[in-house]
Antibody, heavy 119, light 110 residues
């Protein structure tokens, strides 16, 4: 069974940094693109970043480009999101997801990690 | 605003049918496949429909998807109270090189 478990969420002061990790299990991790999606309180879904199977291809949302880095460790079946220069509008639940279908169909989602940025 | 446009809310009585539209452009829906997600209150989103019309295993056939041109539609028939949730469409946008979502539609069972 596929499982995605995020960790590393918490509270941080504006301007600070935080790293999220996602532990994957139940599938051949190195075969899949992975994605981070976030959801601000009471708001809709917002894509954050994608990474391809070997980590050589990365895409970032304009709203966070230059402030985030997505990476993966296929030996450890994990994907990470490092965020810096955090702002209040970055407060959200961050979901780790797997791209399972064409055009970024996200077939599995983690339970989410809450990041709260205070001013 | 979201790149994909959805109605904020739809409602119907139990047993009835609702449809949710998702409108985009040639750079997203027009040339890519659409997925639909259901988010029950307080939970992570779940994939309902992928590649426009396909259902993952375990998703009842009361849920169906379609696509025409630059729009897609999710239909829910035989509406149940357990279907009350937020529904999102999503796809890849080839011009933005981004995953894009609709703003979400809240389904209420009257």
């Amino acid at each position: 069974e596929v499982h995605l478990v995020e960790s590393g969420g918490g509270s941080v002061q504006g301007g600070g940094s935080l790293s999220l990790s996602c532990a994957a299990s139940g599938f051949r991790f190195s075969n899949f693109w992975m994605t981070w999606v976030r959801q601000a309180p009471g708001k809709g879904l917002e894509w954050v970043a994608n990474i391809n199977q070997d980590g050589s291809g990365k895409y970032y949302a304009d709203s966070m480009k230059g402030r985030i880095t997505i990476s993966r460790d296929n030996a450890k079946n994990s994907v990470s999101l490092h965020m810096n220069s955090l702002r209040g509008e970055d407060t959200a639940v961050y979901y780790c997801t797997r791209i399972g279908y064409k055009s970024c169909g996200l077939d599995y989602w983690g339970q989410g990690a809450l990041v709260t940025v205070s001013s | 605003q979201s790149v994909l446009t959805q109605p904020p809310s739809v409602s119907a009585a139990p047993g009835q049918k609702v449809t949710i539209s998702c409108s985009g452009s040639s750079s997203n829906i027009g040339n890519n496949d659409v997925s639909w997600y259901q988010q029950l209150p307080g939970t992570a989103p779940k994939l309902l429909i992928y590649e426009n019309v396909e259902r993952p295993s375990g998703i009842p056939d009361r849920f169906s998807g379609s696509k025409s041109g630059t729009s897609a539609t999710l239909a829910i028939t035989g509406l149940q109270t357990g279907d009350e949730a937020d529904y999102y469409c999503g796809t890849w946008d080839s011009s933005l090189t981004s995953v894009v979502f609709g703003g979400g539609t809240k389904v209420t069972v009257l």
